[in-house]
């Protein structure tokens, strides 16, 4: 075998010295490389030879990095048995025993050619400190895992710096990429503190479940804090690219770089992060249908995150849970689903978006079945519920719990099992018969089994040859007090649980600040303030089984908004829904330009004492809250009550009316006339005889909840 010039090293205790990334002659350099142990590294296969190993018993290790498998045989164990630190058995890679060996001897800086480095155990260092492990480039230097496992891993890691390096696995496994973890195995009590990854990427090939997974293992006693990531890119996991998990893992810090193609960005499911001008590309149809989000936050409030100046392409871009308080500010996201087009071939599965309705606030909608799209927009189909359910593979019974779902009204109902299709993907159906006690016969069998996995059932409308059901998303969503400033949001729905909301672009937004359901206490206080808001154009729907999407402020879970400087653009016919309910201090005041109604206008009738032949009107643009109305009396007109407003959309409580004149025969009369009201409607009472067929335009005013 012939080795380049390259020069061979026994293995020894080394004293850390300063790095020297200019200067990695064997002679003179303060630092390792796997080279120095007999890597080659040019991408060409070089077997040893019997003569190779007795020539250089003792001598070196022999990493390749040419992106091939190499393993070692029983001559080469038997030859170095002694030689080496680690121990290891026949059919284990030389790019690991040479990396292995490299990370033994290097209690210094540790260089990395570039090459692809194969490994068949991962890589391990333990108790490290202040060390530096880099390559040559996060393209040029690649640690490949080639068995279920991570491609690196520590077990006690501070204060080091990795840099330039790709790190990837090609196995199916549970774990990550890289585990950078400490004190799980009982062999050491060091933790993970204060280490940089710079220039890194971490690809789990769609096959890993995560990039990297910060004490994963190791939990609260690992440690975990103050972690650095600058410009570092995670790609292709299959859960998360990044995945933390410790209550001490506080002030992880991202800066720069990139997560694409992962269910899921940052998963964190104890611990804090701050994240600043990161990218996003996580994909729009994958993450509604399996609930990934850029940023996932599941831990107590006792911890603060922040992510700010990030740009997402991804559906959905976070989801703060369990009272976890974090600031959102100056974000972009610039997701959109595919506007549905007539004409077009659809795939089960495709979402799409309504063109003149039926989008904006989260709403789309999945194809049931494939096939080609109409000739005109359908009536898009009304909100399904998302609820639970299990089902045994080869069977079509589906148990699943919802109020809503327990009888034959929701029958012929699309439904979708996520995970009982073939390989786990999801199973479209219909109900097909109710079986009872929770249970549904569905038109299709399970082809996998999927236990406590979420079920999305709902009317179906038909489209030429294909067919829709509804879709509901959030974009993103918080159930503490947050800090949302200067923020850009587009198609889905935000739902945030009190704090500052400032300064922040809602785009197609119909129900702007819906309430979060998971609010623990019946009012969560926010201050909104100068948002540019443009609601889409409202929502249709005529389905009477399951309720329109809830919109708006949400009076069915009260929240209470301090609204400043903040314009409300409702565009083609939609309307806030639910009650806006102002707070004001007991020594302070509020200052509007204008108060003005908007959506559908009431109706408005007649009554008896108005005469025989009476009609009455309302201008074009009354509303529930202030409009005209116009009441020409009949024959023999009486005292009593001579008109009902029936409200568009009742009120939570009786309002408080008022009415004026608007003319002149209007004004002689009115002191005599009074008004009555409930929830659904306001009359006017006559308390004398009106004068026949005359004309009264009266201005009306109704202020309540």
Same mark, same amino acid.
């Given at each position: ?83 080496? +630190? ?105 933790? +993970? ?140 996201? +610039? ?11 659809? /795939? ?225 016919? /939609? ?43 309302? /201008? ?21 009550? +001579? ?63």
């Amino acid at each position: 075998m012939r080795f380049k010039a390259l020069a061979f090293f026994c293995i020894g205790s080394l004293a850390l010295a300063a790095p020297n990334p200019e200067a990695h002659d064997a002679g003179n350099s303060s630092i390792n490389t796997p080279q120095m142990f007999g890597a080659i590294g040019d991408g060409a296969r070089h077997p040893i030879s019997k003569t190779d190993l007795d020539a250089h018993a003792g001598k070196w290790v022999g990493a390749i990095g040419d992106g091939a498998r190499h393993p070692i045989s029983k001559t080469d164990l038997d030859a170095h048995a002694g030689k080496w +630190v680690g121990t290891y058995v026949v059919g284990d890679e030389w790019d690991y025993i040479g990396l292995q060996e490299a990370i033994y001897a290097s209690a210094r800086s540790l260089y990395l050619p570039p090459g692809n480095y194969l490994v068949n155990k991962a890589p391990t260092v333990t108790q490290l400190k202040g060390a530096t492990i880099y390559g040559a480039g996060r393209l040029m230097t690649i640690i490949t895992s080639t068995f279920a496992g991570p491609a690196f891993q520590t077990n006690g890691c501070w204060y080091t710096q990795f840099t330039g390096i790709q790190f990837t696995g090609t196995t199916p496994h549970d774990g990550a990429v890289f585990e950078l973890d400490g004190n799980y195995d009982g062999t050491n009590q060091q933790g +993970v503190q204060a280490n940089t990854f710079k220039d890194c990427l971490f690809d789990g090939h769609a096959v890993v479940k995560y990039g990297l997974a910060l004490v994963r293992r190791g939990g609260n006693k690992a440690q975990g804090s103050e972690n650095l990531f600058l410009n570092c890119h995670f790609q292709s996991s299959k859960t998360a690219g990044v995945y933390i998990n410790g209550y001490n893992a506080l002030q992880n810090t991202f800066i720069g770089g990139n997560i694409q193609s992962c269910l899921n960005g940052i998963y964190v499911e104890a611990g804090s992060i701050n994240v600043d001008s990161m990218g996003f590309q996580n994909g729009f149809q994958s993450q509604i249908e399996h609930h990934g989000f850029d940023i996932v936050l599941r831990n107590s409030a006792d911890d603060h995150s922040s992510v700010r100046n990030c740009r997402t392409e991804s559906a959905c871009f976070i989801d703060s849970g369990n009272n976890h308080y974090v600031v959102l500010d100056n974000n972009n996201v +610039v997701n959109a689903a595919e506007e549905w087009t007539a004409g077009h071939a659809y /795939a089960q599965g495709a979402i799409t978006r309504g063109r003149t309705g039926g989008n904006g606030n989260g709403h789309l909608h999945v194809a049931m079945s494939g096939g080609t799209s109409g000739a005109s927009e359908p009536q898009w189909p009304g909100s399904g519920v998302l609820a639970t359910g299990t089902i045994v593979a080869g069977t079509d019974t589906l148990s699943v719990s919802d109020p809503a779902l327990n009888k034959e009204t929701a029958k012929n109902y699309g439904v979708i099992v996520y995970g009982a299709g073939n390989d786990g993907a999801p199973l479209y159906s219909t109900l097909h018969k109710f079986m009872g006690n929770e249970r549904w016969q569905l038109a299709d069998k399970a082809a996998t089994a999927a236990s406590n996995v979420p079920v999305r059932i709902g009317p179906l409308v038909s489209d030429g040859g294909t067919r829709w059901m509804h879709y509901e998303y959030d974009e993103a969503r918080t159930n503490a007090t947050v800090a949302v400033t200067n923020n850009t949001f587009k198609w889905g729905r935000t739902r945030f649980g009190g704090g500052v909301i400032a300064n922040n672009s809602f785009a197609r937004a119909d129900g702007f600040l819906s309430t979060v359901r998971q609010l623990q206490g019946g009012y969560s206080q926010a201050i909104v303030v100068n948002n540019h808001v443009t609601p889409n154009g409202g929502w249709n729907t005529g389905i009477t089984l399951f309720s329109g999407p809830a919109s708006g402020f949400g009076a069915e879970y009260p929240n209470v908004f301090g609204l400043v400087n903040t314009a409300l653009l409702f565009m083609g016919g /939609a309307e806030p829904g639910g009650n806006i309910v102002a707070k004001v201090s007991s020594e302070g005041d509020s200052q509007f330009r204008h108060i003005g109604g908007g959506g559908p206008s009431p109706t408005v009738s007649v009554a008896a004492a108005a005469g025989k032949g009476a009609i009455a009107s309302l /201008a074009a643009n009354s509303t529930d809250l202030a409009g005209q109305i116009s009441i020409t009396t009949g024959e023999n007109p009486t005292a009593g009550e +001579v008109a009902t407003l029936t409200f568009h959309r009742p009120y939570g409580a009786a309002p408080f009316p008022q009415i004026c004149a608007a003319g002149t025969n209007a004004s002689r009369v009115i002191t005599s006339v009074h008004v009555t009201a409930t929830p659904a409607a306001m009359a006017l009472v006559a308390d004398v005889t009106l004068p026949a067929s005359t004309k009264l335009e009266i201005n009306d005013q109704n202020l309540g909840q």
